[in-house]
């Protein structure tokens, strides 16, 4: 059973930056798949963030963060990352990083259905 398990989250102010990073156990790096950032605001949907299919390293970016964040993936510790800079009140929620052995694709990737497996999350938290 895959499981996946996020670490980075924090509390800064308005403008600065974090980084979280989701290292998933009892995958296979023999063959490429998709890992996805999510987050979920109180009283809001989970939304995609960002992924990144393993396979050729293509991004995929909501457009609320676009150039903001940096998504990236290391094979060899089956870890994504994810970067975030120039922080905004409205980026705060709980973050989920998210898989599948299907491959990301433009038309679904931010797709909650898309994923197979979840992690527990990690809360970011800005302040203005």
């Known amino acids: 059973q895959v499981q996946l398990l996020e670490f980075g989250g924090g509390s800064v102010q308005a403008g600065g930056s974090l980084r979280l990073s989701c290292t998933a156990s009892?995958?296979?790096?023999?063959?490429?798949?998709?890992v996805g950032w999510f987050r979920q605001a109180p009283g809001r949907e989970r939304e995609g963030v960002a992924a990144?299919?393993?396979?050729?390293?293509?991004?995929y970016y909501v457009d609320s963060v676009r150039g903001r964040f940096t998504i990236s993936h290391d094979n060899a510790k089956k870890t994504a990352y994810l970067q975030m800079n120039s922080l905004m009140p409205e980026d705060s929620a709980m973050y989920y990083c998210?898989?599948?052995?299907?491959?990301?694709?433009?038309?679904?990737?931010?797709?909650?259905?898309?994923?197979?497996?979840w992690g527990k999350g990690t809360l970011v938290t800005i302040s203005s």
């Open positions: 990144i299919y393993t396979g050729d390293a293509s991004t």
């Open positions: 998210a898989l599948t052995g299907n491959g990301c694709y433009a038309k679904n990737w931010a797709w909650t259905d898309a994923m197979s497996y």
């Open positions: 009892a995958i296979s790096s023999a063959f490429g798949y998709c």
